[in-house]
């Protein structure tokens, strides 16, 4: 049975006439009678005494009635709690970006997101694959590239990612990315700066492996500025200035952008990268 159906019985029996229910529906009165029959047949039991115009249930009608009213409060408890979990910023969002990012911006700032609101859960999914928001395989995505999406992800530019050289010396052998990775903007940079020089016996698919080569005096790569900067034993040795920088951009699920959780994890994000990716100068 057809819950709208049960609607016409639940507002017939408040209104009392098949006019004033009508109009409280919003329909013509034909309508009201069709619904009303449409009832009646599937329940095999006639649900009012229409006397002087008025309708008054029957005993089959009563039980009707009472159950309908269940429905409808069932409903209208449904939609609050939907609302209200929406509004609430609780529960998990999936977040999903390059290992570096997820391991060297995110993680470290977790603290500070757990305490403003502790019923919310972060999964992470460091992956250089591009996970798909489409497919729900992740809610929250941040890519080193201007995306291509449609009318189910939104994108938004957050800043830039500046990277420079970085090593213990400027006399050891360059890293660089595994040929699968040659298209990469930073590979085709190491690609045209190394030229001349030696190259490591060691390449690498991702920069959180990379900067671990670095740090054990593997060699010599590029490096995201915020990573570098702060690493015991590196040195930027391309100067004070980036020599390579990378759009950082933030997708997010259309569908559940206006869910509280996600409002709150997406102003963090902001937050972070305008805070820890601010371009500053170095020393040499």
Known sequence: MDWNDLRYVLTLSRAGTLAAAARRLNVNQTTVARRLDAVQRALGARLFERVDGAFHPTKAGEAAIAHAACVERDIANLERGIRNVDHEISGSVRLTAVPVLINRLVVPALPDLQARHPGLRLD?????????????????????????????????????????????????????????????????????????????????????????????????????????????????????????????????????????????????????????????????
């Open 124 to 284: 992470l999914t460091a992956d250089a694959r591009n996970a798909s928001l489409t497919r729900r395989e992740a809610d929250v995505a941040l890519r080193l590239a201007r995306p291509e999406t449609g009318r189910s992800v939104l994108a938004r530019r957050l800043g830039q990612l500046d990277y420079a050289v970085y090593g213990a010396s400027a006399r050891l052998p360059w890293i660089t990315y595994e040929e699968g990775l040659a298209h990469l903007p930073p590979a085709r940079w190491i690609e045209t700066a190394s030229r001349g020089e030696a190259m490591a016996l060691l390449t690498v698919n991702d920069a959180e492996t990379l900067f671990h080569a670095i740090r054990a005096g593997l060699g010599k790569s590029l490096l995201p500025c915020f990573v570098g900067d702060g690493a015991t034993g590196l040195r930027r040795l391309s100067g004070a200035k980036p020599v390579l920088s990378r759009e950082l951009w933030l997708l997010t699920h259309a569908e559940l952008r206006r869910q509280a959780r996600m409002t709150a994890v997406v102003d963090w994000l902001s937050d972070l990268v305008r805070t820890r990716l601010r371009p500053k100068a170095a020393s040499r």
